[in-house]
């Protein structure tokens, strides 16, 4: 009896540990599958929140402000001393570039201001601070402005770029900008990337430093003025809104500055073939009644560069060039260009 007994109880215990033993299996299965259940949904929120992240936003009152470009201003001498450290972190190399201090500051350019007297003060670059700050190009006016001037040298590529200087920068550095880690900066409505020690290539700095503007063709004549007149081909009183010059047909047509293709029309019923280059600072030229064109939407072009060819497609009496000066797509009087 007792050996039944103990042959029950051996069976029973068996069972038991089987039955615990199949617990705990299953409770680390479950504590396993948990872990790996969270890691699972934490790492690709981390990655969708690094892709998402909101640009840091760079606000004129969030910032300390300097007042004057001298000694005498406290927030000035600070700056100076970030300025100095960074210079030295960044002689290193790219190893100790990291160790460097972003830090921002906002100043309110003087009458007396250019950006190459805030470069001299400052130890930043002009690149820098155009970049950053919009300015398309050195004619631009940056008196009475204000401006962000930070304390690492380099310059800020648009990530939507829309002038001809941010167009060029972002085609020129396109891998980079797509595969930095920076963070993207939000300032006036436009998102940045920040390339730390980059500076203007030779191309971006002529567009930057070329402010003149120059006569679409070798030689003018002028058959009809900016203004009122009646038109040849009307024969009422219109406003013409640009100038018209005689030439040959095939005569060859410049730039009259740096920029932009923005529109190529062929076979207009009023312009016939015609260009439109966008400029800094609002400004558009317009050339139309070509008889070819040599450029093509989205093309960048350099000041005296052949865009095209005198002609009288479109509604014209002959063969001349139609050349417009628009601001803001408002047109203006272009005898600045040719009356100088």
């Keep these: 009896m007792y050996q039944l007994w103990l042959m029950c109880f051996n069976m029973s215990s068996r069972s038991y540990f089987r039955i615990v033993k199949k617990a705990s299996v299953r409770a680390n299965a479950l504590a396993g599958l948990k872990f790996f259940f969270i890691l699972f949904l934490s790492v690709p929120f981390t990655l969708f929140s690094q892709e998402k992240q909101q640009p840091v936003k760079l606000s004129f009152d969030s910032l300390p402000e300097i007042k004057n470009l001298s000694r005498t201003d406290v927030i000035y001498r600070q700056f100076c001393q970030v300025v100095d450290y960074n210079a030295k972190e960044a002689a290193k190399g790219p190893d100790y570039y990291q160790n460097q201090i972003e830090e921002y500051y906002s100043y309110t350019a003087k009458e007396t201001d250019d950006l190459l007297s805030i470069h001299a003060a400052t130890g930043i670059p ?145 312009f016939g073939n015609y260009i439109i280059l966008s400029h800094s600072g609002g400004m558009t030229s317009v050339y139309a009644h070509l008889s070819k064109i040599f450029v093509t939407k989205g093309e960048i072009v350099q000041k005296g560069k052949v865009i095209g060819l005198v002609g009288q497609t479109g509604k014209a009496t002959g063969p001349h060039l139609h050349f417009e000066i628009r601001q803001n797509g408002i047109a203006t009087d272009p005898s600045f260009i040719y009356e100088r």
């Design 126 to 270: 002009y690149d820098t601070i155009a970049t950053l700050n919009n300015i398309q190009d050195n004619s631009e006016k940056i008196q009475n402005r204000k401006l962000i001037i930070p304390t690492i040298k380099g310059i800020y590529a648009e990530l939507n770029p829309t002038s001809t200087l941010q167009i060029l920068i972002s085609r020129e550095n396109a891998e980079f900008v797509a595969n930095s880690n920076s963070p993207c900066y939000n300032f006036n409505g436009h998102n940045y990337k920040f390339l730390s020690q980059k500076r203007l290539s030779s191309t971006q700095r002529a567009f930057f430093l070329d402010s003149s503007m120059s006569l679409p063709l070798d030689s003018i004549r002028i058959t009809s003025e900016y203004g009122y007149r009646t038109s040849p081909v009307y024969r009422t009183w219109k406003f013409h809104k640009g100038v018209d010059f005689g030439a040959k047909e095939g005569t060859q047509v410049y730039a009259c500055k740096g920029g932009t293709v923005s529109t190529c029309i062929k076979n207009d019923p009023i």
